[in-house]
Nanobody
């Protein structure tokens, strides 16, 4: 089992940047594909970005492509989401998620149902 703790959320003006981190417990972090999702009030949780277990592949939602970057440091058991050129519509609670890929997996995953573990979320608010 893995526990995930997000940090780095906050309030920023439109056009600004924030960097989110997600720290994972356990000694097998490199076996997990990771993802970031977000949920705005009254809306369903949606995919933002994903990265395979060895960072060979990344995927992004069209709405964030070119503005957000997902990365990971397996030595630190941490996945990151760098968010630039933020817009008011990026306002949401951001969650990180983990899926056990074993030792051979190399895919990314974009569906909430595809992940096994979730963090508690961190609020990101972008003012206009």
């Amino acid at each position: 089992q893995v526990q995930l703790v997000e940090s780095g959320g906050g309030m920023v003006q439109a056009g600004g940047s924030l960097s989110l981190s997600c720290a994972a417990s356990g000694r097998t972090f490199s076996s997990y594909a990771m993802g970031w999702f977000r949920q705005a009030p009254g809306k369903e949780r949606e995919f933002v970005a994903a990265i395979s277990r060895l960072a060979g592949r990344t995927s992004y939602a069209d709405s964030v492509k070119g503005r957000f970057t997902i990365s990971r440091d397996n030595a630190k058991n941490t996945v990151y989401l760098q968010m630039n050129s933020l817009k008011p519509e990026d306002t949401a609670v951001y969650y990180c998620a983990a899926r056990n890929q074993g030792i051979f997996g190399a895919s990314t995953y974009t569906g909430t149902y595809e992940y096994d573990y979730w963090g508690q979320g961190t609020q990101v608010t972008v003012s206009s």
